[in-house]
């Protein structure tokens, strides 16, 4: 894919004005994606929570065991990864309203799988694995609004 040096000042200028943090350009079986992602933003919305490694100690000394029991379930809520939204947009499941979802709940994706399109502006930005991973669930509504960091996706490296 030919960009002039024009071109691609112009759309930095945009990717600036418009406050993107990824953009993404195809042209038959070639692709160039830009990404920033302010550090910023990054550290209040984590990736990847911390992991209780320890339900005991969630729990007050002499707790009850179901309290016990209630601390052990929001630590294993907890575990995992999840691929986050990276701009403000629409969240949309397939690529089309008649198509079949990219991914389900369950299943194991490629590095470089679609797994979403996120729309924003009326571009229609398709979000893949960096990784393979396990889809273990899929935490926003198909066709409702995501902001930046918002989480879309549980997963499980691997």
Not at 41 to 66: C, E, K, L
Not at 98 to 115: C, H, N, R, W
């Amino acid at each position: 894919m030919e960009i002039d040096l024009e071109q691609l000042k112009s759309l930095l200028k945009a990717f600036d004005e418009h406050s993107l943090t990824e953009l993404t350009l195809k042209k038959d079986d070639e692709k160039i994606i830009i990404r920033r992602e302010p550090a910023q933003v990054a550290a209040t919305h984590p990736v990847s929570p911390p992991i209780v490694t320890s339900a005991t100690s969630m729990a007050a000394p002499g707790a009850a065991p179901h309290e016990q029991a209630a601390a052990e379930g929001e630590a294993k809520e907890e575990e995992g990864e999840y691929i986050t939204s990276p701009f403000v947009g629409t969240f949309y499941r397939a690529p089309s309203p008649t198509a079949k979802p990219f991914v389900e709940k369950g299943e194991a994706v490629q590095s470089g799988q679609p797994l979403c399109i996120v729309e924003a502006m009326k571009l229609m930005n398709e979000i893949e694995a960096e990784f393979p991973c396990t889809i273990l669930d899929i935490l926003v509504e198909n066709g409702k609004p995501v902001e930046y960091g918002q989480r879309l996706f549980k997963i499980k490296r691997g």
